[in-house]
């Protein structure tokens, strides 16, 4: 089932029949397969909570201001090149010295598709870092590179970073679909959220793109029982490097 409508997005997100589809609990320990086993991006219930719960504790240890003005400054000193600096940062707030592993670990963190290289630069990154801490700097990685680059490409209709970030999250959101099967049925169910994030009954002329608009309720970050824990960590990596860039 497709789900194009903010209402309906909003009431299957908020609703503990629909869980995010299982993934594979038998990968050996260490690999990919198994720390997607092990996140709570893809768990349901009391693991779920659990394992939400450790990163937002990890995440209230970051102060979003600071991880801004370090991704300005670091933007501004390798003179413009912004690919990757989201990642430095949050790893260097994290503590973890080397980040460049996360790249191959997230390609296939969201899709399952594993490979000797991902298992490399996973064992990589547990050899640093806790479990938490890998989370954050692999759901971080792919998303807020993603709303950089599509910021970007409406930098010229506005001069306010914060408008053009909140519009382009609703207008060109770098996640394009969230999943979840149907406790009840088994049948899948995708969440098509650059079509909930411009109904008509929602948003006025949703086609335009309009930094004007502010804040606007899209759903880019998720809603209800599992939103995204760092809307604010998110904007201020993102707000960071595009002050160090327009
Ligand atoms: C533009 C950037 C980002 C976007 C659009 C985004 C969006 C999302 C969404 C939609 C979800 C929920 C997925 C679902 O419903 O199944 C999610 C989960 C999550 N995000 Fe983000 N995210 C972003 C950046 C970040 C950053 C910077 C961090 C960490 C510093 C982060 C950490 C997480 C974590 C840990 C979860 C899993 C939460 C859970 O399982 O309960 N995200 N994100």
Known sequence: MLITRHAEA????DDPRYVPP??????REGTLAWLRAHVSRFSTGDPHDRRRRAVVERLASLDPAELRS????????????WRRVPTEVLGAALGVKDTAAVPVAASGYLSGEGSPEADAAVATLLDQADLPTVTLLLQAYAATEG?????LKHAATSV????????TLRHD????????LD?????????????????????????????????TPHLTFGYGIRPCPAPDHALALAAGVLEGLL
Do not use: Y
Request: proline share 9%; hydrophobic share 35%.
């Open 10 to 13: 909003r009431t299957v997100l």
């Open 22 to 27: 299982p993934v594979p609990q038998d990968g």
């Open 70 to 81: 370090a991704a300005r400054a670091m933007t501004l000193e390798r003179g413009g090149e």
């Open 147 to 151: 709303l950089i680059e599509n910021t």
């Open 160 to 167: 306010d970073v914060e408008a053009l970030l909140h519009e």
């Open 173 to 180: 959101p770098p996640l394009k679909a969230s999943r979840r």
């Open 183 to 215: 406790t009840r049925t088994g049948d899948e169910v995708t969440i098509d959220l650059v079509a909930a994030n411009r109904d008509p009954g929602v948003f006025a002329d949703p086609d335009r793109f309009d930094p004007s608009r502010g804040r």
